[in-house]
Every structure is written in C-alpha cells, then in structure tokens.
C-alpha cells in the first residue's frame, strides 16, 4: 500500500473526521534521460557543493536554513515545521463549502485522497455522501509538507479528494492576456453557430480516461529505435527537410471547414481517422483493442 503523506483529520464545525492524505499522482511517462557532455557523450552529474570551500556535501549533512539576515541562517527541521502551527500541520480546515461547478478548471492544482482514518469511517462516509448529494466542494486550508494551501475537498465515487486551489493573485485572467480585446469584431454569424453546434453535439461522448494514453512516449521510443538503428547514436539531430510544417492556424473558410467536418461524421469521422493513424504509427494497440473488441 502506498504511504500517507500524513495522519490527521478533516475539521468542519465541531466535527473531526480522522483523515491519512496520500497523493493521487502517479509518476509521468517520461523517458528517463541522461545528461551528457556532448563532446565526449560522458554523463553530466549533479553535485552538492559547499559554497565556502568548495566541497561535496553528503546528504546526511544537508539542513535546511532560512536567511534572516546576510548570510546569517536559522535551522529548520521537520519538528520545526509542525510545530509553528501544530494544528494546522495536520488539519484540512474547512471554512465554507460552494458549489463544485463554482470553481473554475484553472484553479485546480495537485490532486491528493483522503483516506479514513481508525474509527472515522462513519463520519468520513456521512460528510462524502452529503457533499455528494449537495453538489457542493468543502474550501479547505492545510498544510502540505512545508507549504499552506488553499484546497477544494470534493466526493468522488466512494472517496473523498483534496485538490489543492491556485490562489487568486497565482492565476491570470484574460484581461492579462488582452484576450476580450482580440476578439472585437470576430462575432460568428447564426449560419456558422448552428454548424458549430452540429459539430459538437455529433462529436458528443461521455468521458472515459481510459480511452486515452501517451501515444507521444511511444512515438519518442520508436525514434529512439530509429537513431540506435541507424547507428546515429550520438549524432545531435538538426532540422531539415524530413520536418512536417506546422498545422497553418489561418482559417481562410471557416463554413466550409465546418461542413465538412460535419459530413465527414463529427465524432465519427474523426474516431475513424484517428484509428487509421493509430494503426500506421501503433499497429500493436489496434490489435490489441480489436481483440477485447471480440471479447
């Protein structure tokens, strides 16, 4: 079972629900890449040297200081952290709950599960099932590690989820980016509305994650497999010829580029498409998928 970040609870009103955090994330699909000096391909290491003279510093030896004056530092350990707020350093705090479709996607952060804690499963499983059946996300402080934040605390199937919340100074509105501004002038007519429309409601589906994965990662390997092939290992690759020019983002017709895609099958037409190229660049997934097809 994986490890809890911490054991503590979940506080609203008067109540307390004996809560273990642990994080939701898995590790990314990245290729695991090596640094290397590219005149002699040796691999490039990271050291942790001491500014003063010039040495490598074990782990072991390794605190953590915060300089309260020039080059003057106070130690702080794990102890010192939960103690300046013992409460807060195991406690998701909740100050007001708000409708779930209240908060805006890009607000959302890091993604973390409550689990019950020892005699806290009826309690944990009355506040999950009246969030649930209010709609509503529990707006939440707690302290992660070293760090306070903001948090969205919200039901999901049989768990309860900490999502830790951006700030509002953390997050740029479009009045930042001039967006209103750009789109002065660029009203769509009804004709290119209801077309719009068509497209959407065809290409309709219901969310399912497990129709998607990293196909890029694949795509990187198999270059990888091209290169060690060719016997170009440690060649720097420069681009020429061989490079796709970019998706043009100039709309020249946008109606007919929507009627078209609307005969061509919207979803459809699209899935069909995707599942051909699937097949040229990831013949072994199609396989795959037409066999639990049969199934």
Same mark, same amino acid.
């Given at each position: ?75 702080l350990s794990e102890e010192d952290f939960r103690r300046a707020n013992p409460e807060a350093s195991k406690t998701v705090d909740i100050h007001a709950f708000v409708d779930v ?69 953390? @997050?740029?509105?479009?009045?930042? /980016? ?6 002065? +002038?660029? #009203?769509?007519? *009804? =004709? !290119? ?58 709309? @020249?017709?946008?109606?007919?580029? /929507? ?6 099958? +919207?979803? #459809?037409?699209? *899935? =069909? !498409? ?22």
């Amino acid at each position: 079972m994986a490890r809890g970040l911490w054991k503590g609870a979940i506080s609203f009103g008067l109540v307390n629900v004996p809560v273990e955090l642990y994080s939701a994330q898995k590790r990314s699909a990245e290729l695991d890449l090596t640094m290397l000096d590219k005149r002699d391909m040796a691999p490039v290491g990271y050291k942790r040297v001491n500014k003063s003279n010039g040495k490598e510093v074990p782990w072991e030896d390794v605190v953590k200081g915060y300089e309260y004056e020039d080059d003057k530092y106070v130690v702080l350990s794990e102890e010192d952290f939960r103690r300046a707020n013992p409460e807060a350093s195991k406690t998701v705090d909740i100050h007001a709950f708000v409708d779930v479709e209240d908060i805006a996607p890009l607000f959302f952060d890091t993604p973390y599960y409550l689990s019950p804690g020892k005699r806290g499963e009826k309690a944990y499983a009355l506040l999950r099932d009246a969030m649930a059946k209010a709609g509503k996300a529990g707006i939440a402080t707690v302290v992660i590690r070293t760090k306070a934040y903001l948090a969205a605390v919200v039901a999901l199937d049989e768990a309860l989820v900490l999502n830790t919340l951006r700030y509002r100074n953390e @997050v740029k509105t479009a009045e930042d /980016l001039e967006i209103p501004e750009k789109l002065k +002038g660029h #009203k769509p007519s *009804a =004709k !290119e509305l209801e077309m719009a429309l068509r497209l959407v409601d065809d290409m309709a589906d219901e969310w399912k994650p497990e129709n998607y994965h990293d196909t890029y990662h694949e795509d990187l390997l198999k270059r990888v497999e091209e290169k060690v092939k060719a016997g170009e290992t440690e060649e720097i690759t420069q681009p020429g010829s061989e490079e796709k020019p970019a998706k043009s983002a100039e709309v @020249v017709d946008l109606m007919s580029l /929507l009627k078209k895609s609307v005969e061509a099958g +919207g979803r #459809k037409g699209a *899935a =069909k !498409e995707k599942a051909a190229n699937d097949e040229e660049k990831h013949p072994r997934h199609r396989r795959t998928a037409r066999k639990r097809s049969a199934a």
